[in-house]
């Protein structure tokens, strides 16, 4: 069976390979506890990584012992300017991960509030970038769907941002109807440059295989996009790691692709892969991997 990885993007992004190095640095630093703000990044196995180096949440519990002084790293996704207010009066040194595009949004929202926009940030209403991102506003709220939006109630302003990671095709649906909701309507959505071409990039390499395995972390908004694209070409299966693969998905298919959110780590990668390559090794003529 042949097995084809996407080339260029699957695995750590810019923003997720910032936050990773930030936190190794910050753990190697200091032989103490470092915290983090929630989950540095949409991916268990990683987390599970950094909780073996002494790296892990913030608990109330830690903040009746008192803070003064140790490390806190603000999550990848971002944090709204209370968490960062409440963090630095704890006393804690806070290391700012979060992903310098989604900084660019957050400031985005806060600049069109300032214009007089009602502001719309499409996202999930439960992640934590769009929960961060609408936090910067006063009266910004997060639409889930051009669906949602239609119910929406007509402004004199109005201006939509994007979590990063969103598919681009659900936003432009949403656009069409807001642009019938307001006097005035700014669009300023952009899905992350990464985010885009992994999604393209999984596409087209779906179009080619029988089936496809996406690995990345269940809660991750950019694996589960991937997961949407490949699912439209075929059979295609997320794992966050190889261990939950089963040879019988792939029984008698002769190639198979390999794409991986942006916060899957190599390693995990290539576990898949190692998996798949021998498959079908008795039925012909295997070819290598090519990666
Ligand atoms: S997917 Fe894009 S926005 Fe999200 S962390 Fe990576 S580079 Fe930043």
């Not at 649906?173 to 642009?179: G, I, N, R, S």
Request: hydrophobic share 45%; with cysteine; charged share 25%.
């Amino acid at each position: 069976m042949r097995v084809i990885r996407a080339r260029t993007y699957s695995g750590f992004c810019g923003g997720v390979k910032r936050a990773w190095n930030r936190a190794v640095k910050a753990v190697d630093a200091t032989d103490e506890t470092v915290f983090l703000s929630g989950k540095l990044i949409h991916n268990t196995p990683a987390m599970q990584e950094l909780a073996g180096r002494g790296v892990r949440a913030l608990e109330e519990s830690d903040v009746a012992q008192g803070m003064a002084g140790k490390t806190i790293l603000m999550r990848a996704h971002g944090e709204g300017p209370k968490a960062f207010e409440r963090a630095r009066a704890l006393g804690l040194n806070v290391i700012d991960a979060t992903c310098p595009i989604v900084t660019a949004v957050q400031k985005i929202a806060l600049q069109l509030e300032g214009e007089g926009y009602q502001v719309i940030v499409f996202g999930h209403r439960d992640h934590p970038e769009a929960k961060a991102t609408v936090a910067y506003t006063e009266r910004g709220m997060i639409v889930e769907s051009a669906a949602e939006a239609r119910g929406l109630p007509h402004f004199a302003k109005l201006a939509s941002i994007a979590q990063t990671t969103m598919l681009q095709a659900d936003y432009v649906e949403l656009v069409e109807v807001l642009k019938t909701k307001a006097d005035l309507y700014e669009d300023r959505g952009r899905i992350c440059g990464w985010t885009l071409h992994a999604q393209d990039e999984a596409v087209e390499l779906a179009k080619g295989v029988q089936a496809m395995v996406v690995v990345g972390g269940r809660d991750s908004s950019n694996t589960i996009q991937l997961l949407r694209v490949c699912q439209a070409h075929g059979p295609a299966y997320h794992v966050e790691t190889a261990a939950e693969l089963r040879e019988a998905w792939f029984e008698g298919l002769d190639t198979v692709g390999v794409v991986a959110g942006a916060s899957t780590r190599e390693s995990d990668i290539q576990a898949v892969i190692e998996f798949l390559t021998p498959l079908g090794s008795d039925v012909g003529d295997p070819e290598p991997v090519l990666a």
